[in-house]
């Protein structure tokens, strides 16, 4: 479960969405506030990224704030938002409503072939176990799935993922042993009719197998093979990086060592040689897993003027440069945007204050648009401390 904790040329995106990265110098960079949530009507809380369209708009999630109901979280049901970077306008897309609406958002949207939005919700629903929902543009919502939290699947934090048409995802929890899901949902029928139907294409079995992936989406390389993440599971029980085959046959490809790299809550990206690249949360790297299953550290964060904690996925230039977030740490311990090279060498971009008008805690991964900036949400922060929109211009 997303945990609340006040204290603490890779891929292109789906039919006009998603940015093109483009290679950047290593450079002082500075940040800008474009957006300070309230916690009020416009969401706060925000742990999901952000998704851009081809007009340079952001979307996200805000998993707090909006609406409140007995079956979401105590700080509100969250929202769905839209923020123009250049001018910094905010609108409220959907606030959700708990109940079958579905609630807390912790997972970035993705964008469809017919430019619908998708996302998750941990809460809400038909059974309370979450959601998938779709959105357009404009704000029309509904509710395309609901968990009915058994061998369905508990509670999908992570953003969800296209392929030929069919959503792909994962559940924290649920699953014939409770240890979480990958699921398919595939669409059938046409304009009123259509109806999504969910299958499990593995259930998480902990021990040797992962458990407990997070927030992470899956990856989809060339061939069709999936990657991801488990926060738990594996020898050691410090998680796992898994592939789901193209024939559906799943297999734990590396296993975390706690000591060096235990924990990783967020996905992988995968390069044109089959590397995987993430990062853990303890005590927190940067890594990459080679083909064959070896596994190994790019950097250690160290805390006090380093990064500590990253929390979700890595994105990449064409130059193989990776740009991420950590939770904590940073010049004034509220946390850092980073690069790290092929080569290990880590670059602090920006630090942010801790809990700071500006921004503080950014526990999301980064979006890199075509001119090398950088855009990321904060979980608290900004000028009521419900975390910001921000941008990092290096």
Not at 54 to 74: H, V
Not at 118 to 140: H, K, M, N, P, W
Not at 182 to 206: D, P
Not at 276 to 282: A, D, I, K, N, P
Request: charged share 15%; net charge negative; aromatic share 10%.
């Amino acid at each position: 479960m997303r945990f609340l904790h006040l204290s603490r040329a890779f891929f292109a995106g789906a039919l006009g969405f998603g940015w093109l990265c483009s290679t950047g110098a290593s450079i002082a960079a500075t940040a800008t506030n474009l957006y300070s949530f309230t916690g009020g009507a416009d969401g706060g809380l925000v742990f999901a990224g952000l998704l851009a369209d081809k007009g340079g708009f952001l979307y996200g999630t805000a998993w707090g704030g909006g609406l409140s109901a007995s079956n979401c979280e105590s700080l509100g049901c969250g929202t769905v938002f839209k923020v123009d970077p250049e001018g910094g306008t905010f609108k409220v897309l959907h606030s959700f409503a708990g109940g079958t609406d579905g609630g807390n958002s912790s997972a970035a949207l993705i964008a469809g072939r017919d430019g619908i939005l998708y996302g998750t919700t941990q809460r809400g629903g038909t059974a309370g176990y979450g959601t998938v929902f779709e959105i357009d543009l404009a704000g029309r919502e509904s509710v395309i799935y609901s968990f009915q939290g058994g061998t369905d699947g508990v509670d999908p934090e992570g953003p969800l993922v296209f392929k030929d048409g069919d959503l792909y995802g994962l559940t924290n929890g649920g699953g014939a042993a409770a240890a979480g899901t990958i699921f398919k949902l595939s669409l059938s029928g046409a304009n009123g009719n259509r109806t999504w139907t969910e299958s499990i294409l593995h259930s998480f079995g902990g021990k040797g197998d992962g458990a407990h992936p997070n927030y992470g989406a899956l990856t989809l390389d060339g061939a069709g093979n999936f990657y991801g993440t488990t926060a738990a599971g594996g020898p050691t029980n410090e998680g796992t990086i898994f592939r789901l085959a193209k024939d559906g046959t799943e297999k734990v490809l590396c296993a975390f060592l706690g000591a060096q790299r235990g924990l990783p809550l967020g996905g992988v990206i995968v390069d044109k040689l089959g590397n995987l690249y993430g990062t853990s949360f303890e005590p927190g790297t940067v890594f990459k897993a080679a083909p064959g299953g070896i596994l190994s550290t790019l950097h250690n964060f160290r805390g006090a003027g380093d990064g500590a904690f990253p929390e979700d996925n890595l994105v990449a230039d064409t130059a193989g440069n990776f740009f991420g977030t950590t939770s904590a740490g940073g010049a004034m311990n509220g946390g850092t945007v980073f690069q790290v090279t092929s080569e290990g060498k880590e670059t602090i971009l920006y630090s942010f204050p801790f809990n700071a008008t500006l921004a503080s805690q950014p526990i999301a991964g980064l979006i890199l648009d075509k001119g090398g900036k950088l855009f990321g949400t904060t979980l608290t922060g900004g000028a009521s401390a419900m975390g910001t929109v921000f941008a990092v211009t290096r």
